[in-house]
Nanobody, 114 residues
Framework: QVLVVESGGGLVHPGGSLRLSCAAS????????MQWYRQTPTQRREWVGS???????NYGDFAEGRFTISRDNANNTMYLQMNNLKPEDTAVYFC????????WGQGTQVTVAS
């Protein structure tokens, strides 16, 4: 069974940074494209970015230049480094593999506020 567990969220001031983690199990992690999504307080789900097995990554417009996705294939873990956080980044952040059926994890809450 495929499982993903997100962690690392919290409360941060505007301009601050956080690093989120996504631990995956039940898949041959190194073979899969992995994605980050977020769900805003208004329940809008947005794609944050993706990372390929090779390490190539791409991002949504709001994330470009501020967020960086990386992965550790040896430890089945993906990361999301978020810098210069803004109040509009407040959301629950989720991760998911592409191309395989997998339940959504519980997500990790990120709150950006003064």
């Amino acid at each position: 069974q495929v499982l993903v567990v997100e962690s690392g969220g919290g409360l941060v001031h505007p301009g601050g940074s956080l690093r989120l983690s996504c631990a995956a199990s039940g898949i041959d992690f190194k073979q899969y494209v992995m994605q980050w999504y977020r769900q805003t307080p208004t329940q809008r789900r947005e794609w944050v970015g993706s990372i390929w097995p090779t390490g190539f990554s791409n991002y949504g417009d709001f994330a470009e230049g501020r967020f960086t996705i990386s992965r550790d294939n040896a430890n089945n873990t993906m990361y999301l480094q978020m810098n210069n956080l803004k109040p509009e980044d407040t959301a629950v952040y989720f991760c998911k593999p592409v191309g395989i059926q997998a339940p959504w994890g519980q997500g990790t809450q990120v709150t950006v506020a003064s």
